[in-house]
């Protein structure tokens, strides 16, 4: 384990991996390569900018030698038309140099969001599980957003008041050396201070957002779980759990803000040490006649000048730190490694699944699945039933290919699900869970993910086939309605029929179903189970059985307990060996009418 990875470690979560400084930098220079004549033309045209603004001081300089030698107002006035000329070029070069580099940022994050998306959706699953959700949202929304704000405001301006500090000190060279000694006179101050301040901020932001990361996950753990909290009273845990993460977070913040004061009171005493030698040695030089009241006025001017670009280019030092913790959390996601690719596909009318000699564990001595054999042929329908916790899911997960087995071998039609490529995976194997999701869009885009070019009479006989073609149609514009996040609200049965549509349009001939009609309620439970036995009718299924109305439709009966198969057979069979399905059935349908 790196050690990025071991100090990302906040409250017992595996948290995702986090870049080094080194291999960040390396990162945005990969990004920024290909756009090299932009960021070029960029600086450019900011250092002309600057130079152009840097004749102010010496101007106001003249202006001062003038008056102090009574010159004619005539010569005042050019040297003050030159003022304004001075500023209507600079504030137009700017201009134009800052939207460049902006334009730069804005292409160089979104490169970034994109390849960060990428390896995050083509993370293996029980990763994102060990680090949490929480970690994983955290990335793409807290942190990104802080470095879409550095890049919009504080890139710009730190380089302008990199390059202003750099070019000022410059002019004061040309005025005279000695000016520009006594103005360096406040950089060891300055340098010590800036050294002293990243070599604290860098950890304390990449802890605060570690710290944010875990507060998050809490948060989410506690409202998705909020009818189990409450079921069994455990509101004032998850209340102090939650409490003793925000307080976490709110140290860390307030450690933040005491290194902020702490670094701007060093500061404030290298400005003063530097204009107080620039001002003395401009009285000197002036009373050795090596120079004039406006040339010392210029100096003084330009030292006084640096006072804002350098706290400018500080406090954008501490926004940039926290960007730079946010960006070595998103390069930790985009560093890791892309799913192997491969071109084995199975051949058509091939999908018989073979499970054999299966052992799965989470944690490593923690067995979840023991010697499962299975076979499930060509075009059958096998249901997985058994107690919470008996290893259906973890079973159904292995045949989808969502993780390999920790022993023994899956095949799907003779392929190991992990060695199908990414498109013939698509078409071979489809998974529908009970949390399903309706994507913001027209309800015809929802479904066209399945199929992306399906007609509106494709997606029409989709959802006729699933019985939700009358409600589809009542929706205010039909299957033009916008659904999802801001749009019209659809029920958890719905939800699923919709994915049970997008089934019938992907038309994969093998389906895994974990219990995808557990959101239905009561009065919908058995139209959905009809719309999912149109959908998977004539492909090879297995369905982890929610309702045992399922299970008793089936071809086969798989029965789990303590993670291995105890019994297997039809409906009519088990009920008739009075075994462990017997009890399941008889303890479920006492209280339901079985004969719809």
Known sequence: MSRSEAGARTGGAHLLPVATSARTRAAVLELVRPHRRLALTGFAVL????????????????????????????????????????????????????????????????????????????????????????DLTARVTADVSLIAEAVR???????????????????????????????????????????????????LYAEQRAA???QQQQLLDTVAGSSTVRAFRLEREHAERVAERSWS????????????????????????????AVLITGYWLVRQGSASIGTATAAALYFHSLFTPINAALVLLDDAQSATAGLARLVGVTDQPSAPRSDRQVEAGRVEVTVREVNHAYRPGHLVLHDIDLTIRQGERVALVGASGAGKTTLARLVAGIQPPTAGTVL????????????????????????????????????????????????????????????????????????????????????????????????????????????????????????VTRAVDGRTALIVAHRLSQAASADRIVVMDAGRIVETGTHDELRAAAGPYAALWEAWSDTRDTTA
């Open 47 to 134: 250092v002309g900018s600057t130079a152009v603004g840097l004749l102010v001081q010496p101007l106001l300089g003249r202006i001062v030698d003038l008056a102090a030698d009574r010159a004619s107002v005539d010569a005042i006035t050019v040297t003050a038309a030159l003022l304004v000329a001075v500023a209507v070029v600079q504030g137009v070069s700017a201009g134009f140099g800052l939207s460049l580099i902006s334009r730069l940022g804005e292409t160089t994050l979104a490169r970034l969001r994109e390849r960060f998306v990428e390896r995050a959706l083509g993370l293996p699953l029980e990763r994102v599980e060990k680090a949490g959700a929480g």
């Open 153 to 203: 405001s504080a890139l710009p301006e730190l380089a302008r008041s990199l390059l202003t500090i750099v070019l000022t000190l410059g002019a004061m060279a040309l005025l005279d050396w000695r000016f520009l000694l006594a103005a360096l006179l406040a950089v060891p101050v300055q340098a010590a201070t800036a050294r002293w301040y990243v070599a604290r901020a860098v950890p």
């Open 212 to 214: 944010a990361s875990a």
């Open 412 to 531: 799907i039609g003779g392929v190991p699900p992990s060695e199908l490529g990414p498109a013939a995976a698509r078409r071979t194997v489809a998974l529908i869970t009970q949390e399903t999701h309706v994507f913001a869009g027209t309800l015809a885009d929802d479904l066209r993910l399945a199929k992306p070019d399906a007609t509106d009479d494709e997606l029409r006989a989709a959802l006729d086939r699933v019985d939700a073609l009358a409600w589809a149609d009542a929706l205010p514009d039909g299957l033009a309605t916008v659904v999802g996040d801001g749009g019209h609200r659809i029920g958890g049965d719905r939800t699923q029929a919709l994915a049970l549509a997008r089934l019938v349009l992907a038309d994969p001939p093998l389906v895994i179903l974990d219990e995808a009609t557990a959101e239905a309620g009561s009065a919908g439970a058995r139209a959905l189970e009809k719309a």
């Open 249 to 276: 977070v709110v140290a860390l913040t307030m450690r933040g803000i005491r290194l902020v004061l702490g670094f701007y009171s060093r500061l404030h005493i290298a400005e003063y040490t530097g204009l107080a």
